[in-house]
């Protein structure tokens, strides 16, 4: 055999099965020897995923610490070690570690992808070899080997099938397509995507019903399985916007920072100090302009939006995702089990007496029948719809389930549907098998595309047989030779009335079966080639996968907040585009077919014309895995913050490379939650809409925390240059400084985190992607703030030494000075917009209970006697307080000045340029 066979060699499904088999050098019927199949493993390898090969644990590790900010943090300990303030140093030195310790963790969950990966395909198989029948560990199949499979069976490895009967296999997992597809040996166009290759069945999909056999191809590493594999392993995992501008923000700090304290110790320098003396005011400009709680309070923060999130049934996985859902500019959601149900639904029934509506969503069977008048169907009034919902019920081997409460079908979809409107007609399976017991079966086949059942009718008398029947609508109608009428008459049948009414429906995307029904003289006559021209027609049934209830109010609200949201799908284009206008993807007043695209058009489109193409479209159809993964890189270039939802195993790879990958946590599959950065408990794409609201309300508290923070950093660095410049005496000390940053970063700044998101953030447009963490407006006001803190705390500290006062106590006033300006400023920063006032004091109790915190530790530190010598402060009287209070008072009237004159629009996190361009409706 060449290794030709399994990569780069023929394409399986093209080829006749003998040929197929010729070059595998195997047998059809006895499989291979136990002698080559060993060979063959010991060359070509176990059928197993290979393990990636991620970065060893030390570097993993390092990699923690390798952020700008940290190395900031990481000198601040040192200077401060260094400076033999060993409390101040084990502090920072803790606050790094602990940020890594959590990145770690993090990082380790999202590795686990690879791993669900190759879980899933550890199944037992059923081959022949030797010509015998035998079972043996998935791992253990080789290309050639001849594998049976039955219903239930996960499919073991890619396989072309050579024989058959009634097989249809579940790929929705891997493809998207909802409905279980029919399998045959037809040879195929070589061209055909993964979804379209009925000839063929693939590593991890489900046999629902049927039975076939087949010719391994391929194994391991080349089955459909393993290229996903390679695509989730070679999928970038982005740094996040926060990540992103944190990254920027803090290499121009720690430039800032360095350049300001050489400037310092050139000064002092110049100016003839001491060299000792200069270089330790130096450093107390470091410490001082290094915002220590920074970190903390990215950490505190995102956890805090975590647990908002774990309250609106969404699950993070990883930290900085919370903060990028706010970042969204586009979602890209899969449609089967994410905008839909994934479960079929019966929605529309059609008898000669006219078209019936079918309320309820799902397999639960709450819903009623209306009939064309508006008003509840009773069963009495229209015979032939009451034989059309007994043929779907009895002529199925579907069952319905419920457990806990969740309703379930065991078998094929699309016969479950059946099963559910007949339940909701009133007919239970336990009344069906007791009035129509059945006694022969013509099972559905790709040849007769319809399925017939032989019952006793208890209901007729005296009680006799009947044969039902269901299949595609041309079929039956070359089974029908009448149909039946409302009061049970049997007149002519009138096929284009029939044809008419299901192209209605087959129009709207609905799949349509018809069912037939004729009483049976005897056993004897149930045969199939008595069946044509002798059935009565008694309806049709159209169903399909329905979108869910949540589903349009949510992505009304993502079109609101100017988040594109685009369906990305296996299944057919007419299906995808029904739903998406459903859901409100496709507005009618958009025309054109580049709206919707299939895998087949992205496949065809040049280079250069693929981001604007799949910028402007808002329905992927027949996409395949590695395209999924080039579309969210394609947006990604486009300058997007990509969302991207999905359940299956083809929607691993773009989960990965997408800002966030977003799984179902009650239908997905193991390898999606764990490609994800979020997982939904409710499978809701509601919560999504959700989950971005609470994002955008964490990247609020995050700029507000940074916007408050920065002023006394920057405010202390100025001080400790003033005093250089004059040759004064430092107005704070280095031990001072880390009070300052330390107690109020903690008992003040982090109760910014639990400031509660302001209206109509959903109602603004997403942040441009491109824009800074602070923009220019909040800059100004930083400095702004900085301004006063610089002018205030030296104007007090003189003040104080020129009355009399000692040099502690005039340091005492100036380091309260900044504490109370910092809090009355924290007031001002709950909203970068709006007045305290207007969004109210005591909306958050934390601020409250925080202020407080800190106001003892203030009056600790400045009249308990332990605190004095440990701080250099002294106790001050009440006209240094007055003193501090009216600066405070004044700060705090400067900056509701600023924000009355500053339009609200610079200073809010608002997007620009062209993702903003294209945040219209449907696209």
Not at 46 to 70: D, E, S, W, Y
Not at 409 to 418: K, L, N, S
Not at 448 to 472: C, E, F, I, N
Not at 711 to 724: C, K, Q, S, Y
Request: proline share 5%; hydrophobic share 50%; net charge neutral.
């Amino acid at each position: 055999m060449t290794t030709s066979v399994l990569s780069g060699g023929p394409v399986h499904h093209g080829l006749p099965a003998h040929r197929v088999v010729l070059l595998l050098e195997t047998d059809a019927h006895r499989g291979l020897g136990e002698r080559e199949a060993g060979e063959r493993l010991a060359r070509y390898g176990p059928n197993t995923l290979p393990p990636a090969k991620g970065a060893g644990l030390l570097v993993r590790i390092l990699r923690q610490f390798h952020h700008p900010l940290i190395y900031v943090l990481i000198a601040a300990g040192v200077i401060t070690a260094v400076l033999a303030e060993y409390v101040d140093s084990a502090v920072i030195i803790g606050v790094v570690l602990i940020n890594a310790v959590v990145g770690f963790i993090q990082e380790s969950k999202a590795e686990a992808a690879l791993e669900g990966l190759r879980s899933m395909a550890h199944t037992r198989a059923t081959v022949i070899r030797d010509g015998h029948r035998r079972a043996v560990a998935s791992e253990d199949l080789v290309p050639g080997d001849l594998v049976l499979l039955e219903a239930g069976d996960k499919v073991p490895a890619d396989m072309r099938l050579t024989r058959l009967a009634e097989l249809r296999i579940n790929e929705s997992a891997l493809t998207g397509e909802s409905v279980p597809v029919t399998k045959d040996e037809v040879v195929l166009p070589d061209g055909l995507p993964v979804a379209d290759r009925r000839n063929m069945a693939y590593s991890g999909t489900l046999v629902t019903t049927g039975s076939g056999a087949g010719i391994v191809i391929a194994t391991g590493a080349k089955t459909e399985l393993g290229q996903i594999h390679r695509l989730v392993g070679s999928a970038q995992v982005l740094d996040t916007p926060l990540t992103q501008k944190l990254a920027g923000f803090s290499k121009i700090l720690t430039v800032a920072i360095l350049a300001l304290a050489a400037v310092t110790f050139a000064v002092g320098l110049l100016r003839g100090h001491n060299a000792v003396e200069t270089f330790t005011a130096a450093v107390a400009l470091a410490v001082g302009a290094i915002p220590e709680g920074l970190p903390a309070a990215v950490t505190i923060t995102l956890a805090i939006g975590v647990t908002r999130m774990a309250r609106r049934r969404a699950v993070i996985r990883r930290l900085p995702a919370v903060e990028t859902l706010g970042s969204t500019t586009v979602i890209c959601s899969d449609k089967t089990g994410t905008l839909t149900e994934n479960q079929m639904t019966v929605r529309n029934l059609w008898t000669p007496a006219g078209l019936y509506e079918v309320t309820g969503s799902g397999y639960a069977p709450g819903g009623t029948l209306h009939s064309p008048t508006g008003k509840v169907t009773a069963l009495e009034a229209d015979q032939a719809l009451r034989w059309s919902l007994l043929a779907g019920a009895a002529c199925n081997d579907a069952a319905l389930t419920c457990r806990d409460g969740h309703w379930d079908i065991v078998g094929d979809p699309t016969e479950g549907a059946m099963v559910v409107v007949a339940r909701k007609a009133g007919f239970t399976s336990d009344q069906v098998k007791a009035t129509l017991p059945r006694e022969a079966t013509i099972p559905f086949s790709s040849d007769r595309q319809y399925m017939a059942t032989l019952h006793r009718d208890a209901t007729s008398s005296p009680p006799g047989r009947v044969v039902l029947a269901k299949g595609g609508v041309e079929r039956m109608l070359e089974l029908c030779g009448a149909q039946m009428d409302a009061d049970g008459t049997v007149r002519g049948m009138d096929r284009d009335a029939v044809l008419e009414a299901a192209g209605q429906m087959a129009g709207r995307a609905l799949r349509v079966l018809a069912t037939a029904m004729r009483p049976a003289p005897g056993a004897d006559d149930f045969t199939a080639d008595r069946l044509p021209g002798s059935m009565v027609l008694t309806g049709l049934q159209a169903m399909l996968d329905p979108p869910r209830a949540a589903a349009t109010a949510a992505v009304a609200a993502c079109h609101t907040a100017g988040v594109k949201v685009k369906m990305i799908t296996g299944d057919h284009a007419a299906t995808a585009a029904a739903i998406a206008g459903q859901v409100g993807l496709l507005d009618p007043t958009q025309s054109g077919t580049d709206m919707v695209l299939t895998g087949a058009d992205l496949a065809a489109l040049p280079a250069e014309e693929f981001p604007d193409a799949v910028d402007r479209a808002a329905v992927f159809a027949r996409v395949a895995p590695e395209q999924k993964l080039r579309l969210v890189e394609a947006l990604q270039a486009r300058g997007h913050v990509v969302a991207m939802t999905g359940d299956g195993v083809n929607d691993a790879p773009a989960l990965r490379q997408a800002g966030v990958g977003v799984a179902m946590g009650a239908s997905g599959t193991e390898v999606a939650k764990d490609a994800a950065d979020m997982v939904l408990t409710d499978d809701d794409f509601a919560t999504v809409e959700a989950a971005v609201e609470e994002g955008r309300g964490v990247f609020d508290n995050l700029t507000k925390f940074i916007t408050w923070t920065l002023p006394t950093n920057i405010g202390e660095g100025l001080v400790i240059l003033a005093a250089i410049l004059f040759g004064a005496a430092l107005p704070i000390l280095p031990t001072q400084i880390l009070w300052i940053n330390m107690t109020t970063a903690v008992a003040l700044g982090l109760m910014l985190a639990f400031e509660p998101k302001e209206t109509g953030i959903m109602t603004r447009p997403p942040r441009d992607p491109h824009q800074p963490l602070l923009t220019r407006a909040l800059m100004a006001r930083v400095l702004l703030v900085s301004t006063l803190l610089v002018a205030g705390s030296w104007w007090l500290f003189h003040w104080e030494l020129g009355n009399g006062a000692s040099l502690a106590e005039a340091r005492t006033a100036a380091v309260n000075l900044f504490v109370v300006v910092e809090a009355f400023y924290l007031f001002s920063c709950r909203s970068l917009t709006h007045s305290a006032w207007r969004i109210g004091l005591f909306t958050n109790r934390w601020l409250i209970a925080g202020v407080t915190v800190q106001a003892l530790g203030q009056l600790a530190i400045t009249y308990l006697p332990a605190m004095n010598i440990l701080f250099s402060t002294a106790p001050i009287d009440g006209g240094a307080w007055l003193h501090i209070l009216g600066i405070a008072a004044v700060a705090s009237l400067v900056v509701a000045v600023d924000k009355r004159l500053r339009p609200a629009g610079r200073l809010a996190q608002r997007g620009s340029g062209s993702v903003q361009a294209d945040t219209c409706r449907g696209s």
